[in-house]
């Protein structure tokens, strides 16, 4: 089934928050980009758009707070099958792992939650004695627009 995603604005300041990390306004206009974005967004595109809301904000700043959120596992960073070449793409970790299908005709990148998916991470858990702290799976095909 599609992914819908209906995350709140500010989780990640009030995570950040209880655990006493230093709260700026260049931070928060960051956040609140992240929180708030419906697609996928890479470092220059969160910079443009936290720009907008505090001119200040500067390309490290970015990787900085990007670095912090990955640190404390609130977001996931991706490639989504290099179909921008090396370019890195960043989403909110949300609280079930999700299949991302990438077209690689017009690069629309759609989200799907599976039971299957879940079942796949408990088998290989049990099959090889291993324990999954991250899973992510990228398929690339054509979307049914691209299809013909």
Known sequence: MPFANTEIPGKFQAFLAQRGIRMTEQRR???????????HLDAGQILRRAR???PSIDRSTVYRTLGLLKR???IDELDLMHLDGEAHYYERK???DHIHLACLR???ITEFVSDLFESLKEQVEKECGYRI???RLEIGGYCSKCRT
């Open 72 to 74: 404390h596992g609130l």
């Open 29 to 39: 206009a960051i956040l609140n980009v992240i929180e708030t974005a419906k697609k």
């Open 94 to 96: 949300l609280n079930r």
């Open 52 to 54: 907008k809301l505090d």
């Open 106 to 108: 017009c690069g629309r």
């Open 133 to 135: 702290a991250v899973a």
